[in-house]
C-alpha cells in the first residue's frame, strides 16, 4: 500500500497559508476523505493543533510537515500525490489518486 505525498509546490502552498494565518508550525495537516460530492466522496484537509493521533492513525513527515490520516481515509488515499496549481485548470490542492475509479468534472471529489 503507497503512502500519501506531497509535492513541493503543495507544501509551498501549505507554508504560506500557514504564516498567513498564523497557524502553529508544530500543527498536523489532516487530509482526510468524508462522504459527499457528486461522485460520492470528497477530499478534506485542515489543520490540527491539539490533537493526539489515534491509535490507528497514519502519521507521516513529509517536506518538513507533519501529516495525519485517519485509517478509514487512508484506505481510499494510498498512493495519492496532493499537489497544488495555479494554472488555466484553476488555483487550487489537486489529488493525483490511483484508487479513484471515477472524479466529477471540479476534480472535488471521487468514487472508488
Sequence with gaps: M???TISDRASKRIAEIRQANNIDPE???KVGVVS???SGLTYDLDF???VKPAENDQVFELNGMKVLVDMRSFLYLAGTELDYSD???GEGFHFKNPNATRTCSCGES???
Design 110 to 112: 471521487f468514487s472508488i
Design 48 to 50: 490540527a493543533s491539539d
Design 27 to 29: 500543527a498536523f495537516l
Design 36 to 38: 459527499g460530492g457528486c
Design 87 to 89: 494554472g488555466f485548470e
Design 2 to 4: 503507497g503512502e500519501l
